[in-house]
T-cell receptor, first 114, second 111 residues
Framework: NAGVTQTPKFQVLKTGQSMTLQCAQD?????MYWYRQDPGMGLRLIYY???????DKGEVPNGYNVSRLNKREFSLRLESAAPSQTSVYFC?????????????FGPGTRLTVL | GNSVTQMEGPVTLSEEAFLTINCTYT??????LFWYVQYPGEGLQLLLK?????DKGSNKGFEATYRKETTSFHLEKGSVQVSDSAVYFC??????????FGKGTRLSVIA
């Protein structure tokens, strides 16, 4: 039982390049989330998926797209990376669609955009 | 909108010292309150939560009481250990609104 897994762990991009961050959970959870963590800013929600087939914008969605591929997988795509997207990205999941349910986090992807 | 303010860090304590990390909030309705902890190199994990006023959440020797009258949810531990060194995040949700996190407080415990 791996919980929430994310790939890659580290990535360096040049401005304008694209990439997809992968996230998978094996807990049969309904809801999945993508956050970014910046120094002194806490975590900010980028997108979330309350259930398979649905996605919604969070606080900071600009420059990102997401796909809920199936119940297990939720990917985050940067179409044209910018230095402002340098951050640590965390995927999380929860059993219920209620935001008060416990969220389980992956280990994170550290992304640097040059 | 909802917001969380927690004390600035870093906080450095000696082993067995008493810990308090302050957290206050602004919210509409009746939010649920959380403390998440992030150990070095890892993702966040739930430490404790409280869903209504006067509830006390507790786990691993940590406690926090939901105080509606002071809009606070301060984290306390009577005797910290080196293994408690981590970043602690206070957070809230009103159920139909996404989790809102504080900026985090880094705790370092020295032997």
């Amino acid at each position: 039982n791996a919980g929430v897994t994310q790939t890659p762990k580290f990535q360096v991009l040049k401005t304008g390049q694209s990439m997809t961050l992968q996230c998978a959970q094996d807990m049969n959870h309904n809801s999945m989330y993508w956050y970014r963590q910046d120094p002194g800013m806490g975590l900010r929600l980028i997108y979330y998926s309350a259930s398979e087939g649905t996605t919604d914008k969070g606080e900071v969605p600009n420059g990102y797209n997401v796909s809920r591929l199936n119940k297990r997988e939720f990917s985050l795509r940067l179409e044209s990376a910018a230095p402002s997207q340098t951050s640590v990205y965390f995927c999380a999941s929860s059993e219920a669609s209620d935001f008060t349910d416990t969220q389980y986090f992956g280990p994170g992807t550290r992304l640097t955009v040059l | 909108g909802n917001s969380v303010t927690q004390m600035e860090g870093p906080v450095t304590l000696s082993e067995e010292a008493f810990l308090t990390i302050n957290c206050t909030y602004t919210a509409t309705g009746y939010p649920s309150l959380f403390w998440y902890v992030q150990y070095p190199g890892e993702g966040l994990q739930l430490l404790l939560k409280a869903t209504k006023a006067d509830d006390k959440g507790s786990n691993k020797g940590f406690e926090a009481t939901y105080r509606k009258e002071t809009t606070s949810f301060h984290l306390e531990k009577g005797s910290v250990q080196v293994s408690d060194s981590a970043v602690y995040f206070c957070a809230l949700s009103s159920g139909n609104t996404p989790l809102v996190f504080g900026k985090g407080t880094r705790l370092s415990v020295i032997a």
